[in-house]
T-cell receptor, first 112, second 112 residues
Framework: NAGVTQTPKFRVLKTGQSMTLLCAQD?????MYWYRQDPGMGLRLIHY???????AKGEVPDGYNVSRLKKQNFLLGLESAAPSQTSVYFC???????????FGDGTRLSIL | GENVEQHPSTLSVQEGDSAVIKCTYS??????FPWYKQELGKRPQLIID?????GEKKDQRIAVTLNKTAKHFSLHITETQPEDSAVYFC???????????FGAGTTVTVRA
């Protein structure tokens, strides 16, 4: 099993460009999450999903959109990238909210 | 929503000594408290978790204690080894919620 796979691993964007980060999990997990990680600020939740077709806002949702059209995939979109969105993005999934979250390897995104 | 504070932000210990990281939470309805370890450039991984109906849990050299009255929980690492050097994150989940709230992280350095 691959677990949680994030695509791409690295990306450099110019301000105003758009892009989509893909997260795929093969563990049949209901719950999926997108976090951003910045130095000294831990893991901050952007959006999450409690099942196929559902999405909800997390702690820092502004500037991001998400979709969960299929249970195994959770997409994170940046419509108009800003330098403040330079970060490492982690996707995670879990079978239950009181069980381990399994993280992907992360996407390092730089906005110039 | 839940607010988790973690201390200290950095911790340097001599190999073989113990390390203790403390977290406090704000929501008395929180009932699940995991700890994640993140090695440099890697994904966060669950190392131990505890539920509110348990006061202490051990797994080899690591242990977690929970004080529900004071709303704090701690990670204890005994006989530290160089491979324990990493960033450690505590988290809490309220029974009223689907998501985890993470602390800001503690960078642990084990000196040889």
């Amino acid at each position: 099993n691959a677990g949680v796979t994030q695509t791409p691993k690295f990306r450099v964007l110019k301000t105003g460009q758009s892009m989509t980060l893909l997260c795929a999990q093969d563990m049949n997990h209901e719950y999926m999450y997108w976090y951003r990680q910045d130095p000294g600020m831990g893991l901050r939740l952007i959006h999450y999903s409690v099942g196929e077709g559902t999405t909800a806002k997390g702690e820092v949702p502004d500037g991001y959109n998400v979709s969960r059209l299929k249970k195994q995939n959770f997409l994170l979109g940046l419509e108009s990238a800003a330098p403040s969105q330079t970060s490492v993005y982690f996707c995670a999934s879990s079978w239950d909210t009181a069980k381990a979250q399994h993280f992907g390897d992360g996407t390092r995104l730089s906005i110039l | 929503g839940e607010n988790v504070e973690q201390h200290p932000s950095t911790l340097s210990v001599q190999e073989g000594d113990s390390a203790v990281i403390k977290c406090t939470y704000s929501d008395s309805a929180s009932n699940y408290f995991p700890w994640y370890k993140q090695e440099l450039g890697k994904r966060p991984q669950l190392i131990i978790d505890i539920r509110s109906n348990v006061g202490e849990k051990k797994d080899q050299r690591i242990a977690v204690t929970l004080n529900k009255t004071a709303k704090h929980f701690s990670l204890h690492i005994t006989e530290t080894q160089p491979e324990d050097s990493a960033v450690y994150f505590c988290a809490a989940r309220s029974s009223n919620d689907y998501k985890l709230s993470f602390g800001a992280g503690t960078t642990v350095t084990v000196r040889a």
